[in-house]
Structure formats: C-alpha cells, structure tokens
C-alpha cells in the first residue's frame, strides 16, 4: 500500500498553463484606443444593467451614465477613424457618413429627454457585441486556454450577431412614433422627432450598416402583404397602404453598399 502511494505521489502531473499578464500588458499599452474603446462599451453595458437592476445605484442617473458611454465610445471611434478635426467641408461630409456620429447624436437627442427604456436597447447591444469581440482578443493575449467559459459566452454572442444587428435596426424605427408620442405627453421637446427623424434618415443611407434599411424593406413588405389579403376590411387596408405611402414619401434615395457582417458604432 505504502508503495503504491509513493508511486502516486511521485507521478508527475501536467503542467497548469498560467495566464500570461505581461503579454495583456503590452497588448493594452500598445492598443490604448481600442482598449479605451472595450471599456467604455463594458461601462455601457454595466450601466444600462444598473437601469433595469438599481442595485449599486440611482437608475435615472444609470440611464444618462449609460448614454454619456456610448457618447464616449461613438466619440473615440470618431477619432480612431478621422483622426485630427478638420474645419473643412470634405470632413463634415465624412463625419456625417459615420455610423459612430450617427450614434453620437443618438446620445446627445436622448440625453436631454425623459428616460426611455427603448432608447438603451441599441446602445446596450452595441455594447455586448463589439466589447464581447475585443475581449477575445484581450483573452488570447492571456492565453489561448484562457477562460474557456467567458469563449463560450462570446461565441455565443458572436452567432447571434445578424439577430442582435436586426433587434437593433427595429428599435431604431419603433423609436421614432414613440417620440412623436413622448412630444404628445410633454416629455420631450418638439424638436425631438425632427432631429430623430435625421438620425433615422443617416441610419438609412448608412455604407457600412444595411440592417436599418433592410428592415424598412421587410416592414414594407409585411404591411402591403397584410393589407392585400382578401379578407382584410377596406378601412385596415386603407390605414396599412397610408402608412407605406407616407413613410416611402419620408425614404431617402436609396444607394447600394455592400453589407457588413457585423455592424458597426
């Protein structure tokens, strides 16, 4: 019996393969951007989770905390893609074709503007999508081995990428009556749906995100089949036909571009 214990104990077990901090540490001094931009994303995500679950603090001051986030990530992609600004009008066109200023005015439009709960959802999507892509980086500079329950979440998320994109888009249309309603109740400003409606117009004619767009076109889709079905009383149809006609009248031209598999902000 003794022997066997000893022939146990001296067996050599595998090596335990140690998370690799040095290399996270020059990954981060030398990726400051990108590392600033992961961590305002987690800022977004943390405080949007504190909205709905008030527990470390304030959820109205969670709420515009989450929106001055994003603003800061929408900001800082500015910067990464731009670079210096410049005072010319070749700049501000480039600017204004920007998915991150268009999610940089979408801060600014809501920050004034009584908590709405929409309003986070695309900000917080954003937020776990692109933050879950850099923290596979940031775990593969630890170690490839590293953490292999956070990779599942990420892959999990990642596979979802096109569904989170479409929740997204949708949120961004459904939010546009939602203000016209809030302008209605007096909680929000009459400029709030004319300033959206701006946001939705660049969400539209976006060169990198299609999604918005293409959600549009399936919108479309759905109410012209719903109101051609034999069976639909005249006046339903009427109401679904108006819809498409006032909203394809408010379309801007439509400019093909190549989708992205991802999305971007």
């Not at 990726?31 to 600033?36: F, P, T």
Request: one cysteine or more; proline letters at 6%; a positive charge.
């Amino acid at each position: 019996m003794s022997d066997n214990a000893n022939n146990a104990e001296g067996t050599e077990r595998p090596p335990q393969r140690s998370l690799n901090f040095e290399a996270l540490k020059l990954h981060v001094l030398s990726h400051k951007i990108e590392v600033a931009l992961w961590a305002t994303r987690i800022f977004t995500v943390i405080f949007t989770l504190g909205y709905f679950i008030p527990i470390f603090g304030n959820a109205h001051s969670s709420y515009y905390k989450a929106l001055l986030s994003n603003a800061a990530t929408s900001a800082l992609r500015l910067h990464q893609r731009l670079g210096t600004v410049q005072f010319t009008r070749q700049f501000v066109a480039q600017l204004l074709t920007e998915d991150s200023c268009h999610y940089l005015f979408y801060s600014l439009i809501f920050i004034y503007v009584a908590p709405i709960t929409w309003v986070l959802l695309p900000v917080f999507l954003f937020g776990v999508l692109h933050s879950a892509s850099y923290s596979l980086t940031l775990l593969d500079s630890l170690g490839h081995n590293a953490w292999w329950g956070a990779r599942l979440l990420i892959s999990l998320v990642e596979f979802q990428s096109r569904n989170i994109l479409r929740i997204i888009s949708m949120t961004e249309i459904v939010l546009m009556p939602i203000c016209i309603i809030l302008v209605l109740k007096g909680k929000a400003g009459l400029l709030t749906p004319f300033i959206y409606y701006h946001f939705l117009v660049q969400r539209y004619t976006s060169r990198r995100n299609p999604y918005t767009r293409n959600m549009f076109h399936e919108i479309r889709v759905l109410l012209e089949s719903t109101a051609h079905k034999p069976n639909m009383p005249t006046i339903v149809r009427s109401v679904l036909l108006g819809i498409v006609n006032f909203a394809t009248k408010l379309a801007p031209p439509q400019i093909p571009v190549p989708p992205s598999p991802t999305g971007s902000q």
